[in-house]
């Protein structure tokens, strides 16, 4: 038998599981549990061989957080998470935790029992709706690696001035403080900002720096400056 245990704060909801299950001869429900800390609880006590874990319940991410728990202290065992939510960042979340699967719940009798099904004999397949998501993350992860790439670059020709303004920018001084901070005339910043903008393709300095911002190059930034730009008073 294939023991499963379902977690989920709505009771209708695991009710609603437990009858599905509770109809294979080769599976029943062990317990239910309606919240993370009760889940991590009957793991230990019932020891389930699958557990169907809704993510949201005392908190936007009980679920998850139980999950990790469980997996930290029973590695092997095969976690469904059960959910609404069909955003990438939950899915995204379950799997780098360790979870088995991912089921929406409004899913058919047949794809839970099969899910769990698999889960238990350890050859969940990817499903067309998470490879998908994974399709996107790769092409989100690519993207991003490719415009670090390209920011570091620009910056690897940029000038020191070029940089130190950059950062002075980021920081929120004007340019009329930046004049009286690095002691030149506007016009000298005016032109050092029309180079800075040359080489990033952007019309704006906000361009610039929410780009910077974004793929967290300040931090690059502030650890290749030789002359650190002075606090602002």
Known sequence: MIRVLVVD???????RYEKLINQ???????????????????????????????????????????SRDILQIYPEMKIIILTVYEEDEFVF?????????????N?????????????YAGNSPIRPVIAEKIRREFQRVKTSEQSFLY??????????TEIDILSLLSQGYTRTEICKIRCVELSTVKTQIKS??????????????????????????????KNMPLDKK
Do not use: W
């Not at 080489?199 to 290749?224: C, G, H, P, W």
């Open 9 to 15: 704060d709505m009771q209708p909801i695991c009710r």
């Open 24 to 66: 294979e001869e080769d599976m029943e429900v062990v317990g239910l549990a309606f919240s993370g800390a009760e889940a991590l609880e009957m793991v230990r006590t019932l020891e389930p061989n699958v557990v169907l874990m809704d993510i949201e319940m005392e908190a936007k991410t009980s679920g998850l957080d139980a």
């Open 93 to 105: 979340q379950a799997f780098q935790l360790g979870v088995t699967d991912y089921l929406i719940k």
């Open 107 to 119: 899913s058919g009798k047949e794809e839970i029992i099969s899910c769990i099904k698999d889960a």
């Open 151 to 160: 920011c570091l670059h620009i910056i690897a020709e940029m000038t020191q």
């Open 196 to 225: 800075i903008l040359k080489k990033f393709n952007k019309s704006t300095t906000a361009e610039v720096i929410q780009q910077m911002n974004e793929l967290q190059i300040f931090d690059y930034i502030r650890n290749i400056s």
